[in-house]
Every structure is written in C-alpha cells, then in structure tokens.
T-cell receptor, first 114, second 112 residues
Framework: NAGVTQTPKFQVLKTGQSMTLQCAQDMNHEYMSWYRQDPGMGLRLIHYSVGAGITDQGEVPNGYNVSRSTTEDFPLRLLSAAPSQTSVYFC?????????????FGPGTRLTVT | SQQGEEDPQALSIQEGENATMNCSYKTSINNLQWYRQNSGRGLVHLILIRSNEREKHSGRLRVTLDTSKKSSSLLITASRAADTASYFCATEGQGGSEKLVFGKGTKLTVNP
C-alpha cells in the first residue's frame, strides 16, 4: 500500500493564480480531510469528506474548494492564491469517524504564494 | 477553534530521561488521540484513548486521561534521540466527530 500520497511536494504560486493540490489514498478509507499547518498554529481543518460525493467545511474553508468524486481522491483547489495561503498542506484519511479512528497523513505539500 | 492545548510548548532532555507532555481540552470528548510529527514530515498516529479509559500503554509510551480535569498526558520513557519530534493531541471538535481538532504541539528535543 502506498498509503496517502500528495502531489506536488513543493509549489510556488503568484498571487491570483489557481492550482489543485492532489491527494489520493489506496486504503479504501471513507473519511478524508485537508489541513493546513502554519508555524505555531498546529493543524487547522480546511475541508473534509465522509464519503464519495459528500464534503463539508472545516475551520478555515475560505479560498478553497474540494470535491470527492471517488473514494480514492480528494483534491483541494485554491481558487485565487493569496500570500495568506502560504502554508504546509496535509491530507489525511481514516477508516471511520475521525474522532474514533487513526488518521493516516500524507507527506504534505509546501506552498508559497508570492 | 483550539480544543486541545499542549504544555510545555518545548521540552529539551537528555537521552535516557523520561519526557512528559500534557494536553488540556475544553469540552467533553469521546476520544483523545496523540500524534507525532518529525521535522518536515506528516503526522503519525501514536495512541487513541477513549473517555472511559484512564491509562493506555504502547511500548515506551504511556497515555493517561483525566476527564474530570479535561486533561491528558503523554509519557515517553527512556527517551532516545529518535524521539525528537513535535507531539500533538487531537480531540473531536464541537458539533460532531468528523472534525478533529489539534493542539499547537510540544516540540521535544532529546539530546544524545
């Protein structure tokens, strides 16, 4: 099993550009989440999904879109990048409810917006 | 909204010593989890403890949970340089268990 994979590992964007961060898992997990990690802030939830076709907002959803057309993939779209979106982004998946089961994290995408 | 808060923010010890990190949270929980993050890497799950459990062990790790004080502690015994990492507690956020809320973490340095 590859587990949770994320691409790209690094990305530099100019303000106003858009892009999609890719996340895939091969563990047949229903639950998937996107977090951002900023220095001294811990992880903050952006969006999450409890299954294909179902997504919902987390703590900091503004400026991001998600979709879940398959169980395996959960891409995160930045609509119009802003310097405030400079961060490290982590995707995670779990077999069942996030509170009751182990989260598997991807290696992260380091994004810089200039 | 921050549910869990770790204490201390940073901890530096010598190899072989024990390391204790604490987590306090605000609202009632069903479960609490601890994760480790090595520098530049994703988080790795360590232990999940349920609200009806008081203590749980995994190798050199011991986690306690005191629901009356809304706090948990993570003890790493006989620490090694490889334990150098940041440690986070995570709890279900308010409004449902689909939202996992992380604290800001304790940065542990184990000096050889």
């Amino acid at each position: 099993n590859a587990g949770v994979t994320q691409t790209p590992k690094f990305q530099v964007l100019k303000t106003g550009q858009s892009m999609t961060l890719q996340c895939a898992q091969d563990m047949n997990h229903e639950y998937m989440s996107w977090y951002r990690q900023d220095p001294g802030m811990g992880l903050r939830l952006i969006h999450y999904s409890v299954g294909a076709g179902i997504t919902d907002q987390g703590e900091v959803p503004n400026g991001y879109n998600v979709s879940r057309s398959t169980t395996e993939d959960f891409p995160l779209r930045l609509l119009s990048a802003a310097p405030s979106q400079t961060s490290v982004y982590f995707c995670a998946s779990s077999y069942s409810s996030v509170g009751a089961s182990e989260q598997y994290f991807g290696p992260g995408t380091r994004l810089t917006v200039t | 909204s921050q549910q869990g808060e770790e204490d201390p923010q940073a901890l530096s010890i010598q190899e072989g010593e024990n390391a204790t990190m604490n987590c306090s949270y605000k609202t009632s929980i069903n479960n609490l989890q601890w994760y480790r993050q090595n520098s530049g890497r994703g988080l790795v799950h360590l232990i999940l403890i349920r609200s009806n459990e008081r203590e749980k062990h995994s190798g050199r790790l011991r986690v306690t949970l005191d629901t009356s004080k809304k706090s948990s502690s993570l003890l790493i015994t006989a620490s090694r340089a490889a334990d150098t990492a940041s440690y986070f507690c995570a709890t279900e956020g308010q409004g449902g268990s689909e939202k996992l809320v992380f604290g800001k973490g304790t940065k542990l340095t184990v000096n050889p």
